[in-house]
């Protein structure tokens, strides 16, 4: 498997694509249980806000080696119209497509890094990194 | 490029069509091993049946377009072909092969015919290349669209096998749930338990998720619906099978289940359930 691939992310069954090889690159890497899971629903949820959100985009499978640690960095990226007020977007509750409005939220706080940059008309980046 | 009003292909294949046949055949046989999966006589059949049609084609219509109304027979013939052998799981390449392996044995007889002259030999394979291509695209398409078909198939007859209720005991339902929760699936699953508490007038139905690898806010959304209006309909529901990388997780998202009761297993609820419809369970004494 290589350390550095990207998967399309366009329609639901790519977000069921996205979870299994997030899986298995985590399991690869020695995540234990707990991890996997974390970083896979974490994937999850930024996956779906690519495709409602974003109208579909790219996901980035990094598997980092630093020193003695491991990591797994996920890059999500569309071209979306982007979100006006990122700090109001990571509120818990808060919902623009009529879900419980804590996928972005949450998926930070299932991941030990967590980068978003985002303009109106040009697009969404997130980048979350979780270490072993 | 000046297409001729009647290519000499259309001659060539007349004049030749017997030994044509037992060519492309024997190059068929060969490369891909085709009477492994439909025997050699039923190949015969097809390859007569597709020289007649391009035999008519090509002496209707000089300009070589397989998408006219010249061509549609031989359309017909493809597709057909397309659909058998992808549901007999040939690959892209090997149902193309059935056209492109008829180039060998045509640009053979037009060596046959014409060799003497270059310029016109290069144009009439320039013209047969040309015409075999389109039609190879064309069963390779087919071929998607029927694979495509299948796979639609299958994902609709698993939403139909994946989402059994089961009653448990008395006023008791459970439901155990495998797999992906995604939107099409879930609707069917809570319009199944919904139906099944109307029918068996239930009052506790246990959701069992010891299947589902991984519980997302919208796996959640979609259970605390379900929840909602079962109790809409009088009906209490459990959520079991709750792992303890999924209570983490769930934790983490900041998704509200404390409105719902959770078990950790299918059995704990079971126990529960019981309790709640006023039946017990203890170990028959000795008399």
């Keep these: 498997m290589p350390d550095d691939e990207t998967l399309p992310v366009r329609s639901s069954n790519d977000i069921v694509v996205v979870r299994q090889v997030v899986r298995m690159r985590a399991v690869e890497i020695g995540f234990n249980l707990v991890e996997q899971t974390k970083i896979v629903t974490a994937a999850s949820e930024l996956a779906r806000n690519t495709i409602d959100h974003g109208g579909g985009g790219s996901a980035r499978l990094q598997s980092l080696r630093n020193g003695g640690r491991a990591g797994l960095r996920l890059t999500f990226e569309d071209k979306g119209p982007g979100i006006p007020d990122i700090e109001l977007a990571l509120k818990d509750g808060y919902t623009t497509g009529g879900g419980l409005g804590l996928g972005l939220s949450g998926a930070r706080r299932l991941s030990n890094e967590f980068e978003i940059q985002s303009r109106p008309g040009e697009g969404t980046r997130v980048t979350i990194t979780r270490w072993k | ?287």
């Design chain 2, 1 to 287: 490029m000046a297409i001729r009003g009647r290519s000499r292909l259309s001659d060539v294949v007349s004049k030749h069509e017997a030994a044509i046949l037992t060519d492309w055949i024997k190059e068929q046989l060969a490369a891909v091993k085709a009477a492994d999966r439909i025997g050699e006589a039923e190949l015969r059949t097809e390859c007569a049946r597709f020289l007649t049609l391009l035999k008519v084609a090509l002496r209707s219509d000089g300009s070589h377009d397989v998408s006219s109304a010249a061509w549609s027979e031989t359309r017909e013939l493809l597709g057909e072909l397309s659909r058998s052998r992808a549901r007999a799981g040939y690959s892209p390449s090997e149902t193309a092969a059935f056209v492109l392996s008829l180039k060998r044995p045509l640009f053979d007889r037009l060596r046959g015919e014409i060799g003497g002259d270059a310029d016109a030999l290069a144009d009439e394979v320039w013209q047969t290349t040309l015409v075999l291509d389109r039609l190879a695209l064309f069963t390779t398409e087919l071929h998607q669209k029927s694979r495509d078909e299948i796979i639609l198939r299958q994902q609709q007859d698993m939403l139909e096998l994946s989402t059994p209720v089961v009653q448990l005991w008395e006023s008791i339902l459970a439901l155990p749930l495998i797999g992906t929760l995604d939107s099409a699936r879930t609707q069917v699953v809570m319009e199944n338990l919904l139906q099944r508490i109307v029918e068996t007038g239930a009052s506790i139905a246990i959701i069992d998720i010891t299947g589902v690898p991984t519980v997302d806010t919208l796996v959640a959304q979609h259970l605390l619906k379900t929840v909602a209006a079962a109790r809409l309909m009088g009906a209490d529901c459990i959520i079991s099978g709750i792992r303890p990388q999924i209570a983490q997780t769930i934790v983490h998202l900041g998704v509200e289940l404390s409105s719902v009761i959770t078990k950790a297993t299918l059995a704990d609820a079971f126990v529960i359930a019981l309790q709640r419809t006023g039946a017990t369970i203890g170990r028959a004494t000795k008399a």
